[in-house]
């Protein structure tokens, strides 16, 4: 069974940082490209970074320079450091595991005051 479990959400204020953590278990992690996605009230759920097997990341324009994706094969946990928070950011983050396969976690609720 495909679990995905993040962490790390709240409150913080513009300009501020947040660290989230997806913890996965049931799947060969390290054989999974992993991505976090986000879903503000209102508006369709969108990609914010991938990283790949092998290292490699990519990021949505919105967020480039002040997010950054990582993982840890041997604790099986992807993360998302967040700096430099604007109140655009605030959504609710989610990370992705897919292969014939699309699971999701429950979400972390990220706020950005003003």
């Known amino acids: 069974q495909v679990q995905l479990v993040e962490s790390g959400g709240g409150l913080v204020q513009a300009g501020g940082s947040l660290r989230l953590s997806c913890a996965v278990s049931?799947?060969?992690?390290?054989?999974?490209?992993m991505r976090w996605y986000r879903q503000a009230p209102g508006e369709q759920r969108e990609l914010v970074a991938t990283?790949?097997?092998?290292?490699?990341?990519d990021y949505a324009d919105s967020v480039k320079g002040r997010f950054t994706i990582s993982r840890n094969n041997a604790k099986n946990t992807v993360y998302l450091q967040m700096n430099s928070l604007k109140p655009e950011d605030t959504a609710v983050y989610y990370c992705?595991?897919?292969?014939?396969?699309?699971?999701w976690g429950q979400g972390t609720q990220v706020i950005v005051s003003s």
């Open positions: 992705n595991a897919k292969r014939w396969y699309d699971s």
């Open positions: 990283i790949t097997v092998g290292g490699a990341t």
């Open positions: 049931g799947i060969l992690f390290s054989l999974n490209d």
